[in-house]
């Protein structure tokens, strides 16, 4: 039988006669109640989410470094693409590492609304940033403004041996910074665990 990914019970779908005849296992429907089997009322708390908060959000984006930037395509649809961000709370900016010729830098060179999700460690909380993204010039040279910019975005290095090399290989990347100027910022967090 088909698992319901997490949510307490076998899928509804996929139910036999024996369990729809089986009284101990589902529950007639009542006043807002779901039916199905015991645990589905894990479903049933789900709609009790709590929304964050300002701080609460700009703390999650500040504690991950990976999320899933939307940026859209030529026909409306959205184009999710994973990416490795830096979280600047005080500009309210999330700045993302790119290579100058990849589709979604040309997708936000035709569009620059983009969105950021990004979800807690166990997903049970997370953000969403949205606005404009505004794209930097590509680093032209090993320690130009942007390729300082890039660099800030990572750990630090132990050695300046390892921060030159780190800029060479931006210059040789061709890569720039997506900079999304967050003007909304909403999340979730779910009652679950």
Do not use: K
């Not at 899928?11 to 807002?32: A, I, K, N, T, V």
């Not at 990004?118 to 505004?134: L, R």
């Amino acid at each position: 039988m088909a698992e319901n990914y997490g949510l307490g019970g076998p899928d509804p779908l996929s139910r036999s006669d024996e369990e729809l005849s089986d009284p101990r296992g589902y529950q007639e429907p009542g006043d807002g109640e779901l039916s199905g089997p015991r645990g589905y009322e894990e479903l049933a708390d789900l709609r009790e989410f709590q929304e964050l908060g300002d701080s609460e959000l700009s703390d999650l984006l500040a504690g991950q470094r990976f999320g899933a930037l939307a940026t859209i395509q030529a026909d409306g649809r959205p184009q999710l693409s994973t990416v490795l961000y830096a979280w600047d709370a005080r500009q309210r900016v999330a700045r993302i590492s790119a290579v100058a010729d990849r589709l979604t830098v040309r997708r936000l060179q035709q569009d620059s609304r983009c969105s950021l999700y990004v979800a807690s460690d166990d997903f049970a909380e997370f953000a969403v940033a949205e606005g404009e993204a505004e794209l930097s010039p590509v680093t032209a040279e090993p320690g130009d403004e942007v390729g300082l910019e890039l660099l800030a975005m990572r750990q630090p290095f132990g050695e300046a041996a390892g921060e030159q090399a780190f800029l060479r290989r931006m210059v040789a990347d061709r890569r720039l910074v997506i900079r999304l100027r967050v003007s909304h910022l909403h999340g979730t967090a779910l009652p679950i665990g």
